[in-house]
Each structure stands twice: as structure tokens, then as C-alpha cells.
């Protein structure tokens, strides 16, 4: 035990980046960082795009060679599971009932696939996408898989369905709502993905609700839904969400509302832990409120942000947030933040139909998020606007012929 090590528990993009940037800033003490998985710290977004269609190897998705850890001192434990934390004691309590002692404590414990709570969903086939694991799972089942039934047309449902299609097979979403995305980006730029997989052959059936899944011989053979309709499928992928891994930080008496939660500067509501990446709701300092963001930008550098913050620097985390998406050949970024139904009007410029524009997102005159799509070397602009914070010219904003630059001078 040392009482001066510095510990993440967590063994993700974020606290693998917390890790490097203590020892960038100078912090040579002990240094631990502590996962569940066997794998060694890996990036999510390829799992549901290149990695998952094959055009990636397993290497690319590594946020560091495995020499690295040693080299930087840094004590990766793999697959330890930490069970408690007794922030009286300033000690962690893994699985084995050691105790790790420690100065400061970060958290980047992550968060977990809601699981489908119908008849049958623990049947063999019915795939959930979370772990690289996962990925190679479902890799596979696409390969040998002739009908695949997506459950879920967020973003991962969305992005599994264009795998699953690219790889040949027969792909039906099955989502609750009228559209795709429906609460976060409204109807007409929902529509553009709803089209998007119909063009690419994709069956999608919206507002329908799943009452079971049924199987063969223990394995998955199809989703039947409320209505009585079965869709038969060899493969059934589950994209409803993710959850905040909250457990160990409510048990140990910190503060936790929708994520744990934190100030701008990553301080939970100990001063000596702090919490990044998916499982912090942390207060925005340029939105006046806290926020959880589920996204790879945001564990990139919300973690180095906490890392410094832990060694006393005087840091607040800003950005804005960030996120993208590759659906066959449609690329798209987003930067902003919406809540659904917080926004009075959407803009687009140039051309939806084509799927070759940039939407803005408004309330009272002002950007509150934009998504270029298969437009690029503009999402640092956008990202520009929606800091700036001013009331646009709507007209000039929806114009092509005006550089989004000029906006920034309006």
C-alpha cells in the first residue's frame, strides 16, 4: 500500500490519457491504473465503423503499444475488478480484497449497454456492442449471418446496420420512434439517415415496439413485436443505450444525478477523487450547467483536463462538445450541445437531399450546435460559433456563398 500513489480505475481511452498526461506534467510518484478487461486501454469509435466493417486491424485501436505502460511506469493491473472505495481511508478494495492506497483517485469507470428486458433476449445471437470483444462477435456474425434485425436507431444501431449491410447481409431496424435520432435532431435532419439506409437497401420500421425474441434450439431465429408481425433474423444486434457505471462512486457516499457528479474541474464531491469520460456529469462552464457526454472527443480530453486538475493546476473543461459518425459514405461531425426539444429552429446550408450540407441548431437567434455532413474543414468554425454565443443573421447563416467565417465577425 502507498498512500502517495496516484490511482484510475478505469482502464479506458480516458484513463489511459489521464495516465499520460500525469507523467507529461511531471508527476513521477506511483501511478496505477486499474481495468476490469483483459485488454489493455482501447478507443471505442472504430469497434462500430472501421474496425467492425474491416477496414482497420486490431492494432489501430490501441490508445498505446504495450510497451508503453512499462516504460512510463505506469502499474496497469487487467482484469481486476474494484469492488469498493472507502474514501475515509484513501484506499480501493479490489476483487481479491487487497487494499490500493492513494493521494488522489480518478475515475473513469465508464458505462454499460441497457440490455432488452423481453422473453428470449438471452438466447444465443442476440448481440450487444460495448467491447472489442464485441466487435470481433459480431464481425463474425455478420459473415455468416444472411438476416440481421437491428434493435435501436441510434447512433451504434445506426452504425452496426450500415456493417451489417455493408457485409451482405439482409438488415431490418426495428425503433420505438418516428425516425431515427428523432429527439436530437429533429425531423428533416433525422429524415437524411432514415433515407440514407433505405438507399442502401435497409428495411426500417419505426414506431414498432419489441414484445420477444424468439429462438430455435436456444439460438435467436427472429424479433417479434407488439403488433404480432416476426421478422425473422440469424443475427439480432441491441443498440438502446448506455448506462453510467455509478456503482462504486454511490456506495462510497460521492454525489451522483445522471453520472457522477462533478465541477468544471473534474473534482467530485470528495476533493481527492475526480471522475472523466462517460461516467462524469460535469459542470460546463460554457453552458451553465452539467452535462454527460457519451463520446470518444470527450474522454480524449476531458481525462488530461481532470489529470492536471489532480496535480493542482487551475484547469476548468470547455470545450465544446464533439462527436461523429461514418455510415457508408456519409461522414458527419456534430459540435454543440441540445437537449431534445431546447432548440426553436434548425438551419441547413446547401444540399440535404445530397446529403452535402451543414445544419445549425438555434434557440433565440443563437447557434446552439452544428453537424457538417460530407463537408469538411468547417467543424472548428462551427465549434467557434456555438463558444461565441451571439445571435446570427439566419439568412446569411443558411447561405453558402457566405464563408462561415464572416459569421464570426457578424
Not at 486491424?57 to 487487467?78: F, G, K, M
Request: proline content about 4%; charged content about 20%; hydrophobic content about 45%.
Amino acid at each position: 500500500m502507498n498512500a502517495n500513489e496516484y490511482v484510475i480505475v478505469g482502464a479506458s481511452l480516458a484513463g489511459a490519457k489521464a495516465a499520460e498526461t500525469l507523467r507529461q506534467e511531471g508527476f513521477d510518484g506511483p501511478l496505477v491504473l486499474i481495468g476490469g478487461e483483459t485488454e489493455r486501454p482501447y478507443e471505442r469509435p472504430p469497434l462500430s465503423k472501421e474496425y467492425l466493417i474491416g477496414k482497420a486491424d486490431r492494432d489501430t485501436i490501441y490508445v498505446h503499444p504495450q510497451s508503453w505502460y512499462a516504460e512510463h511506469d505506469v502499474h496497469l493491473r487487467l482484469g481486476t475488478h474494484v469492488t469498493a472505495i472507502d474514501p475515509a481511508a484513501h484506499e480501493i478494495v479490489p476483487a481479491d480484497g487487497s487494499r490500493v492506497g492513494y493521494a488522489k483517485l480518478l475515475l473513469t469507470t465508464g458505462s454499460s449497454v441497457r440490455h432488452l428486458a423481453v422473453p428470449g433476449a438471452d438466447a444465443e445471437g442476440v448481440l450487444y456492442l460495448r467491447r472489442a470483444a464485441d466487435s470481433d462477435q459480431m464481425k463474425a456474425a455478420f459473415a455468416a449471418a444472411s438476416r440481421v434485425a437491428v434493435v435501436g436507431a441510434g447512433w451504434i444501431g445506426l452504425e452496426t446496420a450500415a456493417a451489417a449491410r455493408t457485409a451482405g447481409g439482409e438488415v431490418t431496424i426495428l425503433e420505438r420512434g418516428e425516425l431515427p435520432l428523432l429527439r436530437l435532431l429533429g425531423t428533416e435532419a433525422a429524415e437524411v439517415f432514415a433515407h440514407l439506409h433505405r438507399d442502401h437497401g435497409v428495411d426500417l420500421r419505426f414506431g414498432v415496439h419489441v414484445a420477444e425474441i424468439t429462438s430455435a434450439g436456444g439460438r435467436a431465429d427472429g424479433v417479434r413485436l407488439a403488433d404480432g408481425t416476426h421478422v425473422s433474423a440469424d443475427t439480432i444486434i441491441v443498440g438502446i443505450g448506455i448506462t453510467p457505471n455509478t456503482q462504486l462512486a454511490e456506495a462510497a457516499g460521492l454525489q451522483v444525478s445522471n453520472g457522477i457528479v462533478t465541477s468544471a474541474q473534474l473534482r467530485t464531491s470528495d476533493p481527492d477523487i475526480y471522475a472523466a469520460g462517460d461516467v462524469a456529469n460535469a459542470y460546463h462552464p460554457l453552458l451553465g450547467k452539467c452535462i454527460r457526454v457519451e463520446h470518444w472527443y470527450n474522454a480524449l480530453h476531458q481525462a488530461p483536463a481532470a489529470a492536471r486538475a489532480m496535480l493542482g493546476h487551475d484547469v476548468a473543461y470547455d470545450r465544446v462538445p464533439y462527436f461523429f459518425t461514418d455510415q457508408y459514405d456519409l461522414g458527419m461531425e456534430y459540435a454543440g450541445y441540445v437537449e431534445p426539444g431546447a432548440y426553436d429552429q434548425v438551419v441547413f446550408r446547401g444540399d440535404v437531399a445530397g446529403r452535402q450540407f451543414i445544419a445549425f441548431w438555434l434557440s433565440g437567434g443563437r447557434v446552439l450546435a452544428g453537424m457538417n455532413v460530407n463537408v469538411w474543414d468547417v467543424n472548428d468554425t462551427i465549434k467557434a460559433i456555438v463558444r461565441r454565443g451571439h445571435t446570427v443573421d439566419t439568412a446569411r447563416l443558411a447561405n453558402p456563398d457566405v464563408p462561415l467565417d464572416e459569421l464570426l465577425a457578424d
